[in-house]
């Protein structure tokens, strides 16, 4: 049974630049969430995705984006990246979007130069 | 004022020893709690839910106080593998949400 991927594993950015980020969920898990985790910091909530929508949003700007497929797959966009947006970037999943047991994916480490 | 406190530590806590650490939420709704555990430069796994009876684990105690609004996790027996950051995690409540509001975490060294 695979647990949650990301994918990739590592990346490094120049300021400005725009990034992709993916998750696979969890099988059989329809629901998606993205934290951000600075260094030395919890994560933070960005967004949820069910029914490929976006459900939630935490305190992030616009320049954070995202996607679900129809295969419950999820892309998390950042846009005109800053030195403050590296981070590890994670991906959860659960069952649906009420149940709070959550499934980490192993994350991306972004770092923006 | 953020929605959970914790002291990051570090906790040095010598093989063997018995360490707790606290944190704060803010909301006074909020209704689930956890403890995660994160090992250096890898995800957050579920270490265990809190109740608001308490709840043990083996060597692990978690305990809610509504009143004080502070969950506490209690290691006894420390190993070395118990070395990690243990996040405080509390689940804020809105209807169909299930957004985790972490904590910075406790970070935990068990010396030899």
């Known amino acids: 049974d695979a647990g949650v991927t990301q994918s990739p594993t590592h990346l490094i950015k120049t300021r400005g630049q725009q990034v992709t980020l993916r998750c696979s969920p969890k099988s059989g898990h329809d629901t998606v969430s993205w934290y951000q985790q600075a260094l030395g910091q919890g994560p933070q909530f960005i967004f949820q995705?069910?029914?490929?929508?976006?459900?939630q949003r935490g305190n992030f700007p616009d320049r954070f984006s995202g996607h679900q497929f129809p295969n419950y797959s999820s892309e998390l966009n950042v846009n005109a990246l800053l030195l403050g947006d590296s981070a590890l970037y994670l991906c959860a999943s659960s069952g649906t979007p009420d149940y709070y047991e959550q499934y980490f994916g192993p994350g991306t480490r972004l770092t923006v130069t | 004022r953020k929605e959970v406190e914790q002291d990051p530590g570090p906790f040095n806590v010598p093989e063997g020893a018995t360490v707790a650490f606290n944190c704060t939420y803010s909301n006074s709704a909020s209704q689930s709690f956890f403890w995660y555990r994160q090992d250096c430069r890898k995800e957050p796994k579920l270490l265990m839910s809190v109740y608001s009876s308490g709840n043990e684990d083996g060597r692990f105690t978690a305990q809610l106080n509504r009143a004080s609004q502070y969950i506490s996790l209690l290691i006894r027996d420390s190993k070395l593998s118990d070395s990690a950051t243990y996040l405080c995690v509390v689940n804020p409540p809105l209807r169909g949400n299930n957004r985790l509001a972490f904590g910075k975490g406790n970070q935990v060294v068990v010396i030899p």
């Open positions: 995705y069910y029914e490929e929508e976006e459900r």
